[in-house]
């Protein structure tokens, strides 16, 4: 599948990245040096947009080396209306300050189906509230 980047100042060489050609994730790379502080939650832009075809989201995915010293990268979803440009937010859970140094690959960016889902109050049969057990032995 091909995801066209919409430019919003990154490099050739800072464009997600795959390091080899089966891997799940495309690299994502910090645009500048920070330090993150113990409980703090940073959102880092990533100089470009992605067009993500109906029916899928992207995410910017922890890298296990990065999650194993207590730097996550939150979840939110990458919408496939969505045209902006795209951060890495990364919540620090460990005890330490951390410096993330500019070039520095901090996620992974993953595209993935979804069900868009239709919500409605009456659909088939009604179950009942109950749980663990309720419908007999």
Do not use: W
């Amino acid at each position: 599948m091909k995801i066209r980047l919409i430019d919003f100042g990154v490099t050739k060489e800072r464009c997600p990245f795959r390091p080899h050609e089966n891997d799940a994730g495309a690299d994502v790379f910090m645009p500048f040096d920070c330090r993150i502080k113990p409980g703090e939650i940073i959102k880092i832009p990533l100089g470009y947009g992605i067009e993500i075809p109906d029916g899928f989201a992207g995410y910017v995915f922890p890298r296990s080396s990065m999650a194993l010293k207590g730097l996550i990268c939150e979840l939110p979803p990458i919408d496939s209306g969505y045209r902006g440009e795209i951060h890495a937010i990364i919540s620090n859970v460990s005890n330490s300050e951390h410096l993330m140094k500019k070039d520095t690959r901090i996620g992974q960016l993953i595209i993935t189906p979804v069900v868009i889902a239709d919500f409605v109050f009456e659909h088939g049969k009604q179950r009942k509230n109950g749980a663990f057990g309720s419908t007999g032995r």
